[in-house]
């Protein structure tokens, strides 16, 4: 399968920002989204692409919009190969009896639908194709719970179920899906969270970025359905769930 066109969503900062500036170093073609253009600027001056980077402001988590900025997208590109949900909400720690509704509606929304939303649209796209690979941000608080951050868990794990949909409804039609894990990174949102020492202990959001450079160029072989945990460094591939 050969790659070249990627659309990618969280694209603004953290690891969406790292992937985006590692694909278009080597040669890919990216169309990024994010929900802010408070970063455009230093977006374009950190990826320097040369015209190979486009950015597009969307709130992904409204299925209109979503379908919106697909349709666009597609059409300005020709068509992509490549889907990275990347987009990602985190804003407070906060225990399961004093999470508010407004907070878990948010992060389902970020975290979950506009994945889902994207994944939807970009399906028969690649499936014309004969091939395509759609890979799914999660994160190890996908894997197991972590206390404090029920919303945000919650709508990770709820990633990895749509990966195994998504899997198991194309089997055979040459799309590929699969979802990625990363542990704990130094980036703004960790900091935000859970502080500055915390967050200059974590993998940096470059290490997971080429992590997935190294899938997507098929240096690592993850089935369909599979997950990738990179944590402390390491990374793990685990083979889809069996249907025993």
């Known amino acids: 399968m050969t790659i070249k066109n990627v659309l990618l969503t969280g694209a603004s900062s953290g690891l969406g920002l790292e992937v985006s500036k590692k694909l278009i170093e080597n040669g890919f073609c990216v169309w990024g989204i994010s929900k802010t253009t408070a970063h455009r600027r230093k977006v374009h001056a950190y ?76 399906i028969p796209v690649l499936k014309k194709k004969g091939a395509g690979l759609i890979i799914n941000i999660s994160s190890m608080a996908g894997k197991r719970a972590v206390p404090g951050l029920a919303a945000y868990s919650i709508s990770k794990f709820g990633v990895l179920a749509l990966t195994q949909c998504i899997a198991k409804e194309n089997a055979g039609t040459g799309l590929k899906c699969i979802t990625v894990c990363p542990g704990g990174m130094k980036t703004r949102m960790r900091e935000k969270v859970f502080g500055y020492k915390d967050a200059a202990k974590q993998q940096s959001a470059g290490f997971v970025a080429n992590v997935i450079l190294d899938i997507i160029k098929g240096k690592l072989q993850v089935e369909s359905g599979g997950e990738v945990i990179i944590r402390h460094g390491k990374v793990q591939i685990n083979p889809p769930p069996s249907n025993n």
């Open 47 to 122: 990826i320097n692409s040369k015209g190979k980077y486009q950015f597009f402001n969307k709130d992904l988590s409204q299925e209109k919009g979503a379908k919106e900025i697909f349709n666009r997208i597609h059409k300005l590109s020709g068509g992509i190969d490549l889907l990275i949900n990347c987009a990602g909400y985190i804003n407070e720690l906060a225990r399961v009896e004093k999470t508010s509704t407004t907070e878990i509606k948010k992060n389902f929304s970020f975290n979950l639908l506009s994945s889902f939303f994207m994944c939807k649209y970009s």
